[in-house]
């Protein structure tokens, strides 16, 4: 039986970018649409878009219908962004999953959220924790799990959901990268008793493994360039392949 949002998605204002409905939407309308309905959030959950998975998504027909299957996929690539504001969304800005984090902490204490981080390492949890309780007071992280890099058996999964459920959080935050991360996702929802967001990197920048580009590099979508530097050896012929394949289909083709 296939999951039933409890969110109206028609309201959501969208772009298709190759294939994938990029949410055209700002952040300011992200977080007070997350703070009014987060309780009927419970159970579904949120891609963090960019260049590279829409462009795996447009060759795995799988995965596109994954993207498109939570309540939302977000422009978290300023390029997707840039596309959706040439096609006529002009109120949709660029909206980063560490940027989401960082909007959701600042008021979780307020709004008493619950929080539970699920990915990454034991070393990178223990940090991530260690600098949110520092820098927001209060804030409640009611667990955090390091699942073993491989994949779970269905046991081992009914196990860590039934974990998860048991703490109530509000977030479920996912750091497990893409496309796993969103494979994860789509796999239990409606299992998970709270909102999943993919974060994949967000994990690393809360636990200080990696910085965040400075501002004026994020505000003229410069940020892919500042990772780039961070790491070229992983990142550069991803970043080749996928880019020219990206302006291809949406400045030539118009896909």
């Known amino acids: 039986m296939s999951f039933q949002h409890k969110v109206d998605k028609s309201k959501i204002p969208t772009c298709n970018i190759m294939g994938v409905n990029i949410a055209a939407i700002n952040m300011d309308w992200l977080v007070k649409f997350t703070d009014k309905n987060l309780q009927q959030l419970v159970g579904d959950y949120m891609c963090v878009s960019n260049v590279h998975t829409t462009v795996v998504s447009y060759e795995n027909s799988e995965y596109c219908s994954i993207q498109n299957g939570g309540i939302m996929a977000i422009p978290d690539g300023g390029p997707l962004s840039s596309i959706g504001k040439k096609r006529g969304c002009e109120e949709m800005e660029r909206t980063t999953g560490p940027s989401y984090m960082e909007e959701i902490f600042k008021i979780s204490v307020q709004k008493g959220y619950k929080h539970y981080f699920y990915g990454s390492t034991d070393d990178t949890l223990n940090k991530l924790k260690m600098n949110l309780e520092k820098k927001y007071p209060g804030i409640n992280i009611v667990g955090m799990y390091s699942p073993p890099f491989r994949p779970l058996n269905i046991d081992e999964n009914i196990e860590i959901v039934d974990r998860i459920n048991i703490l109530k959080p509000d977030f479920v935050w996912i750091g497990l990268g893409a496309p796993k991360q969103e494979y994860w996702m789509a796999e239990n929802q409606g299992k998970v008793r709270g909102f999943m967001v993919g974060v994949g990197a967000g994990f690393d920048y809360f636990a200080g493994n990696i910085k965040r580009a400075p501002k004026w590099m994020q505000n003229n979508n410069l940020e892919w360039l500042y990772r780039l530097i961070q790491d070229p050896r992983?990142?550069?012929?991803?970043?080749?392949?996928?880019?020219?394949?990206?302006?291809?289909?949406t400045m030539i083709l118009g896909r």
């Open 234 to 249: 992983r990142l550069f012929f991803r970043y080749l392949k996928t880019n020219m394949k990206f302006i291809w289909n």
